[in-house]
């Protein structure tokens, strides 16, 4: 991967790069388009291959990320997103093996029907083009959008954070490596060759070469492309996701998908930031599981009844229960029963992920279909909500608009579709 140096302080050089940038991703989509699935597969297939070969490269540059980072003082959950490590770089590998075993989307009929007249027609999948991709501080998702716009037939201009900007370079330079081995157009991914926050408001305003742009990160990112982008948008907004345990959880279930949701990896989207409890559970259920996230390092801030159980619990406000903290800390509130639950995540939450721990069928149906959140989960952990866990391969991120696409972006989420007609010489009156 050749990286051009951008001289940020002439603007018509900084133009100029992102314009063959854009001009490159175009000419890469047409030929995409009707590349074969074994020659894609290929070029994922060597990726994965160069990622494991070149590990400790990878590995060398996100030090030098991770070193910057501290000497910057970011916290321990953004420090968690940035770090790879060996099994975090091969489960990338894997991840672009899994991706190449997926059915390729393109030119499959989603639905298919017969007119009176002797009219065949088909809805088929097609690429959606250029794809842009603007996320922070996690390198592994250059391998996740790189391979993922591929597989489904797009370029792809990628722009990740200042952050990882020698990780990303380092596994950018494997995914390149894996086009140029397959005889496709190395300008099919492509990262954007500069930290420059100018980069992110120049992608956003080139529609004649970019048809989608794909946000993933944290709200005032999200906030910026949204106000910013001349270009359709896959929305990503933050994660403010739920747990309820219902008066009829079992509790040691209860206990267990808590602590997982909360604490497994409090820096993903999927993360549990707000726990709600029925009231007539604080005595059977709550208290356990306060004890055990105190125990496990999270801390817990609550209202007044959950206060009462435990002294070492902090004191919630209005802003707890709008808050992604991606860090050890929880907010904790009683409700009474699934309707206040429902009404308190409709009220606070940002429509990512929700769970409902209970034995009882009928609130869980009620749960279900009363939140119009993207992923709503029964009996189960939010930290599932990962499109590489819903067998999607994996994903760009989760989306919470209701365009296009909704939860988890994978293959399938980045295509469009158009209609084939065929007919035996019929015209119409």
């Known amino acids: 991967m050749n990286v051009v140096q951008v001289a940020t302080a002439d603007t018509a050089d900084f133009d100029a790069v992102m314009e063959e940038l854009g001009r490159a991703a175009k000419a890469a989509a047409a030929e995409l388009a009707y590349a074969p699935r074994t020659t894609k597969d290929t070029a994922l297939k060597a990726a994965a291959g160069a990622i494991r070969r070149r590990s400790e490269e990878i590995l060398a540059a996100n030090d030098k990320d991770m070193a910057a980072a501290e000497a910057k003082g970011l916290t321990g959950a953004l420090l968690d997103r940035l770090k790879l490590t060996p099994d975090r770089v091969d489960a990338m590998a894997r991840g672009l093996d899994e991706i190449a075993a997926l059915e390729d989307p393109i030119g499959q009929a989603i639905a298919a029907w017969e007119q009176p007249n002797g009219l065949k027609i088909e809805r088929v999948r097609t690429p959606l083009g250029v794809i842009g991709v603007i996320y922070e501080s996690r390198p592994n998702v250059t391998a996740d959008a790189g391979a993922l716009c591929l597989k489904a037939g797009n370029a792809a201009i990628l722009r990740g954070g200042s952050e990882s900007f020698h990780s990303s370079r380092a596994i950018g330079e494997c995914l390149i490596d894996g086009l140029r081995q397959a005889g496709l157009p190395e300008a099919a991914i492509q990262l954007v060759p500069t930290a420059d926050r100018a980069a992110v408001g120049r992608l956003l305003t080139m529609p004649n070469y970019v048809d989608v ?217």
């Open 213 to 429: 742009i794909v946000p993933r990160g944290g709200k005032s990112l999200i906030a910026r492309v949204q106000d910013e982008s001349k270009i359709p948008v896959f929305a990503h907004l933050d994660g403010i996701c739920h747990v309820y345990v219902h008066e009829k959880a079992d509790p040691a279930m209860a206990r267990e998908i808590a602590l997982n949701a909360k604490m497994r990896r409090t820096g993903i989207c999927g993360a549990a930031e707000t726990l709600l409890v029925d009231r007539s559970a604080t005595d059977s259920h709550l208290k356990a599981i306060v004890g055990d996230l105190i125990e496990a390092g999270c801390e817990v801030r609550g209202d007044d009844g959950t206060q009462r159980l435990d002294p070492r619990v902090a004191a919630a406000t209005e802003e707890d229960w709008e808050t992604e903290y991606l860090d050890s800390i929880i907010a904790v509130k009683l409700v009474d029963g699934v309707d206040d639950a429902v009404a308190h995540i409709a009220a606070h939450g940002s429509h990512h992920t929700e769970t409902i721990v209970t034995d009882d069928q009928a609130a869980a149906d009620r749960f279900i279909q009363r939140l119009d959140s993207a992923i709503v989960m029964h009996n189960a952990s939010t930290q599932f909500a990962d499109g590489g866990e819903f067998g999607m391969g994996a994903e760009i991120g989760i989306s919470t608009g209701k365009m296009h696409a909704r939860g988890p972006v994978g293959v399938e989420q980045l295509t469009s579709f158009k209609y084939v007609v065929r007919g035996t010489g019929q015209t119409r009156p």
